[in-house]
């Protein structure tokens, strides 16, 4: 098969949108645009159902201005999609890019979207039809095999920190337990990032609730105790994807049990699992201030909130693979890897490798308690957030001898 | 009465914690040092609870630097209660602070705080103490009256406008209903603070619900559809203080119908009402995408977004209520008013003004619809959210012939 000759170029936008994955898409349109073989930039409006319906936008007609401007705006600029893409799809997609002469396609997106241009793949090369097919890695969850870590989440875990810095200091003023659900269903990188919101070692958050290990409604009501009791407040931080023994994620145990008592009247939304905690932790342990908090769409997508080593790393891996289509012999995964502290190296992985395969957290990066996290993981996550991070300080508490009362 | 001496002066925190309320502790802090009769400046832990308790801090002793630090910190570095003193609460405090020689009395907080202020002042009064009584004003919900605006509020209207921005960009990504539920239980203004994240005439959010205005669910899901079909998708900014026309809150009236669907065997938490706004839309309008969040804490807590007039006007209310303490004549609560555009000078308003009063929108803010806000309300709180407001930006639209479809 001859290798493409790279006049048209499309990009796309896949799945939950990030912080930062505007910088990679720009990334692929400034880049491509240096190239002499490469006529046409096209972006698909919101991903591969952009590509079926031939929703195409010409970037090459973008200002190199703006194209910066929206590099540092949240969200997926082109639009995303929720669809994943069967066999019968992703011909159409192959007959869409085909038809508009498109010899390289780029993929912004997680698993999902690494499979969809795995199977785009494999099908031009069925045919004949000569293009490179890239996928460029994104996701908040963190969870791609071959990775060290992907765009999106360092922003994400920042964001986390620093609303668990903030919650901290809040139940410190206010003592009671505080529960905060973040996102990931899978993987509990996400969730454990709170951990970094902690400066003292009184801080919260006290308890780390992630998906690697087992729920159980007892041990986390002692939990809680342990730490009202040490301290007379607990902050808790809890992966919305926490399951119990066997599997079955506690959200959905939750809700059976509600639309039960309910005689399916109740219908639980996204606040769910906070709620619920909440509840259980105030009919059980009879404390008065408990408070729930579901992060919800801000994780992803809260602007002024951002990583620079996010930032930089996103548009790379979009100008990588540009460079890796024009000058390689070879489709793939552009994957990112720890070479120092800090610095990483960008590799063309083999798209089977990433594609539809789900990463969770390494035993090393929790505790024997399974309620924290350790330092190896601090180690791991600290350079990710970058610069400028904020600190929390306090008083010390140089203390005025009591005259009414005995001290 | 003889004018009092100043030995010792004593600040506190009250009520809900902001991200600069340490901004104004810090400004009484070191503004009293700076007074030759100030022997000792005390800090009460945890509000009026601390005061009866004389679990005083000597600030006299702490360094320069780490108050510095702790004004940049969110949240009351102090300690806070939701402790509403009755008479005899306020007696004790009285008490606690004539024990100790408290010559001058600083109260940073809301409505509530300023109350027990006035009762304090007139106690001290009464029993020909000299002491100098100050209200300090704080409150996220910016409903004190006789101010412009109140410190805190715009530091939270900061968030909300940026998490509303990036709400936005998602719900453009990915469209459908998103429902983002704000704090402020009397009045609008944060929520309406969502409508300063809009950039482009077609930006969200398209819907904002205040508690000024009765809130009615078949006006909603009208208002809902119609955005729903002109631009396919809708962004809804929502308080959680919104009541139906017998000012019944909404929140309220949904716990009391899905306790009587469950047999008093579900009780809902914080994310209650974005859960049930969205299972309506669900329910009546069948649309696939609907999404609730609850804001929560962050509002009033978050580390790592501030608005820098916010930081600036509560300094200085701090500063100010030591200089009117210690130059003037009389009791007084701070207040800020607006002299330019933008400019504010401070004064010293009659506690009687503030205490106990709630301020609500006024109608010149909000639209004929009542679900929006005017150019009055943006002219009013855009100088509040200071320098470095983040943009969101678009990629032009210059689309591409389709080829196998008809456009």
Redesign the interface.
């Known amino acids: 098969m001859s290798n493409p000759s790279f006049s048209k170029v499309l990009v796309a936008?896949g799945g939950?949108?990030t912080?930062v994955i505007n910088q990679s898409m720009v990334g692929v349109v400034l880049e491509a645009r240096k190239f002499h073989c490469v006529e046409k930039v096209?972006?698909a409006f919101?991903g591969v159902r952009g590509i079926v319906?031939?929703d195409?936008?010409?970037?090459t007609?973008?200002t190199t201005h703006?194209?910066e401007?929206?590099a540092?705006?949240?969200?997926?600029?082109?639009?995303?999609?929720?669809d994943k893409p069967d066999l019968k799809y992703c011909l159409d997609i192959f007959?869409?890019v085909r038809?508009?002469g498109i010899s390289c396609f780029f993929y912004i997106g997680g698993n999902d979207s690494a499979d969809t241009v795995r199977i785009v793949s494999e099908q031009a090369r069925a045919a004949n039809y000569p293009m490179r097919c890239i996928h460029i890695p994104k996701t908040i969850d963190n969870d791609l095999t071959v990775n060290d870590h992907t765009p999106g989440f360092p922003t994400a875990a920042r964001f986390v920190a620093?609303?668990f810095?903030?919650?901290n200091?809040?139940n410190?003023?206010?003592p009671g337990v505080?529960i905060?659900v973040v996102m990931g269903r899978h993987a509990g990188f996400l969730t454990a990032a709170a951990a970094l919101g902690k400066t003292f070692p009184d801080d919260g958050p006290h308890l780390i609730y992630m998906p690697e290990r087992p729920f159980d409604f007892d041990s986390f009501l002692t939990d809680v105790k342990a730490n009202m009791e040490r301290y007379g407040r607990c902050v808790v931080a809890v992966s919305e994807g926490i399951s119990d023994i066997h599997q079955r994620p506690i959200a959905n145990s939750l809700v059976a049990q509600?639309k039960k008592?309910?005689?399916g009247?109740?219908?639980?939304?996204?606040?769910?699992l906070?709620?619920?905690l909440?509840?259980i932790v105030k009919d059980k342990l009879r404390y008065n201030r408990v408070?729930?908090?579901?992060?919800?769409?801000?994780q992803?997508?809260?602007?002024?909130?951002v990583s620079d080593v996010d930032q930089r790393e996103a548009r790379e891996v979009g100008e990588k693979a540009v460079q890796y289509a024009m000058w390689g012999e070879r489709d793939g995964s552009v994957t990112i890897h720890r070479t120092g502290f800090y610095s990483v190296s960008y590799e063309l992985s083999a798209l089977e490798e990433v594609a539809g395969k789900t990463r969770t957290m390494p035993d090393e990066f929790i505790t024997a308690s399974g309620t924290d996290v350790t330092d190896a993981f601090r180690l791991y996550l600290r350079p990710l957030l970058g610069k400028g991070?904020?600190?929390?300080?306090?008083?010390?508490?140089?203390?005025?001898p009591?005259?009414?009362?005995a001290s």
Chains 1, 2 share one sequence.
């Open positions: 936008q939950g949108p912080a096209y972006g919101h319906n031939e195409f936008v010409d970037l007609q973008e703006n194209l401007m929206v540092e705006t949240p969200s997926s600029a082109l639009g995303s999609t929720r007959r869409a038809a508009h620093q609303t810095m903030g919650a200091l809040d410190w003023a206010l505080y905060g509600v008592d309910a005689h009247n109740v219908e639980l939304g996204g606040g769910a906070a709620d619920l909440s509840k408070r729930g908090d579901t992060f919800g769409y801000a992803r997508s809260f602007i002024g909130c991070m904020p600190d929390a300080h306090r008083l010390r508490r140089n203390a005025v009591k005259i009414l009362t």
